[in-house]
């Protein structure tokens, strides 16, 4: 990732860490555990942050100086996805993965 | 589409048309063109706002309410790559499908 | 979409419905009728497909010829979707747009 | 990324690298250098390697074994990538993305 501006790395990282942790866990520990973590709000708030954090990243990678509107997006969306998985079985992982690229993203968007 | 609500159809329409715009003109028109077609802010704004409208409308097709967060951040990425595009030669669909999805979003972000 | 080949805007049309009926379902009809609907297997297809859909009609629009890869992989994800959904209730777009986006896709591979 | 089968892991980091790289020096390098940098070929085999690299990193984290069909078009897209990449100033790190993303992916595809 050595092709983009320094001071945007470390949400570019958070953004696709948060990406990877919200999907894999959708897919794998949510489906497999069945009940609350398959009620459609949690799923949808889930699949809604995978999306966003990836697209995210992605527009930051861009090099774009609009990357400031997807990361003010995707903060309020992490931030809303963390306070949706916590105090969930298992969804730790995914509450730390959110509220670290909400923080990043609020940095980058101001 | 039926499958979503009725309201938001309109939204989703837009996003979708305005992502294959904007994509398919950066690639097609704007590749082939040259000179102020391919200046790197230009290439930026319109890769960003194509994956932004991608972004927006798979985000509202979740079905979860966080989509007004990323329509907020779609309308006002659309109305730069509008103001960004308008005056270049060839560009009046990408100026259309863009203040389309950004006045489609603006309602959803409200 | 005026903005591409016309030899392919049958197989983009048909990947991007195919998209937006796999996304949509999953995050509508799956995820509220529950069971069966919601059981990994099923939910990992659904979301494989809606991906790989998206991809490739991404794929064309950027208009390399590669994207008789991406046809062919589509094709067969599609074609095992159909079969995966084929039998459950309510499910009958779904098998429906996945086999006339693998019917596409097959001709854009060929 | 602890949440999928370890033996994947490898080819999950080598796609999500091969699309950070291919995107972020399309973004970068290529639209800032110019000249055979963006010529229409080079932008779409660009363009199209990043987009499968991240469907194919999508795929494999929803766990579904329709993977390999994925990980196949992503091998072909990589190579052909690498290929033409090969001997453009500066783009010695992209071939080394799409090479080891490639390779990682045909094991995937076997």
């Given at each position: 990732m050595q092709h983009v501006q320094t001071d945007m790395q470390a949400c570019i990282?958070?953004?696709l860490a948060c990406y990877v942790t919200c999907h894999s866990m959708l897919m794998g520990h949510c489906v497999e555990t069945g009940g609350e973590h398959v009620a459609p709000d949690h799923?949808?708030?889930m699949a809604a942050c995978a999306e966003m954090c990836r697209a995210s990243a992605h527009i930051m990678l861009t090099g774009s100086p609009l990357h400031r509107h997807s990361c003010r997006a995707c903060a309020e969306i992490c931030e809303a996805c963390a306070k949706d998985c916590e105090g969930m079985a298992g969804?730790?992982?995914c509450?730390?993965?959110c509220r670290?690229?909400?923080e990043e993203c609020r940095k980058m968007a101001a």
């Amino acid at each position: 990732m050595q092709h983009v501006q320094t001071d945007m790395q470390a949400c570019i990282d958070a953004c696709l860490a948060c990406y990877v942790t919200c999907h894999s866990m959708l897919m794998g520990h949510c489906v497999e555990t069945g009940g609350e973590h398959v009620a459609p709000d949690h799923v949808r708030i889930m699949a809604a942050c995978a999306e966003m954090c990836r697209a995210s990243a992605h527009i930051m990678l861009t090099g774009s100086p609009l990357h400031r509107h997807s990361c003010r997006a995707c903060a309020e969306i992490c931030e809303a996805c963390a306070k949706d998985c916590e105090g969930m079985a298992g969804m730790e992982d995914c509450v730390r993965a959110c509220r670290h690229c909400a923080e990043e993203c609020r940095k980058m968007a101001a």
